[in-house]
């Protein structure tokens, strides 16, 4: 079940993702500071997937959430800048990172963005493949973007508005 991250108490949801960020991330993950930073930031948007059948999850722990997946972007008016998203190992290969990222296009179209940006590490396989999937296309190449680790990004983007080349088609309304 996604949810917008609002619904969810505060303190559980930041040691969660932390607790996710440092499995998914190693020593290039967010800490607790920069997750509460980055969750109080304004004009963020970010999507929880939690499960749904988490009564049956002998291994819960309290104060920890049963997050399957995170995602979330920023909005400055006319992007979306992608900030992260992540699928815990378990759930990994379900279509929760799809789901996430498809409910993100949707509330970034509705906010009026025009377009949606994102870095991916140039060495991370299923990502690209998602966010190729989704219609994203390279624009470039940011050398030794993802620290401690040097590895480069890519930065990518997916344009959410028909672009119109210097021409009408007949019956669209516009006069040549």
């Known amino acids: 079940m996604i949810v917008d991250y ?3 108490e505060r303190e559980p949801l930041i040691a969660t993702l932390a607790q996710l960020e440092r ?5 290039g993950s967010w800490t607790t500071t920069m997750i509460r ?12 997937d939690i499960d749904s059948d988490s009564d049956r ?5 309290a104060g920890i959430l049963p997050i399957r997946g995170y995602a979330g972007y920023w909005y400055d008016g006319d992007d979306a800048e992608i900030m992260t998203i992540g699928v815990a190992r378990a759930y990994q290969r379900q279509g929760i990172a799809t789901r996430l990222l ?3 296009i949707d509330r970034a179209r509705e906010q009026g963005a025009q377009r949606i940006l994102l870095e ?9 493949a998602l966010y190729r999937h989704q219609g994203f296309t390279t624009l470039g190449r940011r050398k030794h973007y993802y620290q401690p680790d040097n590895v480069d990004a890519y930065t990518m983007a997916l344009d ?15 006069e040549p």
């Open 160 to 174: 959410l508005t028909p672009h119109i080349a210097g021409f009408a088609l007949p019956g669209d309304g516009v």
């Open 120 to 128: 991916v590490r140039v060495d991370n396989e299923p990502a690209l």
């Open 102 to 104: 498809s409910k993100l």
């Open 23 to 27: 499995d998914l991330f190693g020593r």
């Open 37 to 48: 930073q980055e969750l109080e930031a304004p004009a963020r948007t970010y999507l929880i």
């Open 6 to 8: 609002t619904t969810l």
């Open 57 to 61: 999850q002998p291994t819960a722990q």
